[in-house]
């Protein structure tokens, strides 16, 4: 499945962004989605991730950092993984990716197979 991620940009801190994830390719619906983000200087960590079971997809898994504050959805029709972003901080300006993965556990970076190409989000204080 191939990815491309898009939707970031620059907002203020307390504000709201959608960042959105389109797959191509087959069986899209057979894999576990992820947003991991990737901030200057720093190692690409885990956000949020949704399994693959129904046509919404199952149970989510968030990071620490965001529950409470982060969405993760998707559409299997459309084949699309959305990551709902509220309260955002100022530390969070990152470039967010969203990957594929067929196995456990979604919050290691190793079960990834497939990447989108990233998008930047930006949060001004």
């Known amino acids: 499945v191939q990815l491309q991620a898009f939707g970031g940009g620059l907002v203020q801190a307390g504000g709201s962004l959608t960042l959105s994830c389109a797959a191509s390719?087959?069986?899209?619906?057979?894999?576990?989605m992820g947003w991991w983000r990737q901030a200057p200087g720093k190692e690409r960590e885990f956000v949020a991730a949704?399994?693959?079971?129904?046509?919404?997809?199952?149970?989510?898994f968030y990071a620490d950092s965001v529950k409470g504050r982060f969405t993760i959805s998707r559409d299997n029709v459309k084949k699309m993984v959305y990551l709902r972003m509220d309260s955002l901080k100022f530390e969070v300006t990152a470039v967010y990716y969203c990957?594929?993965?067929?196995?456990?556990?979604?919050?290691?970076?190793?079960?990834?197979?497939?990447w989108g190409q990233g998008t930047l989000v930006t949060v001004s204080s």
């Open positions: 949704i399994s693959w079971v129904g046509g919404t997809g199952g149970p989510t």
């Open positions: 990957g594929a993965s067929r196995q456990s556990p979604l919050n290691r970076e190793w079960p990834y197979k497939s």
């Open positions: 390719g087959r069986g899209f619906s057979e894999y576990a």
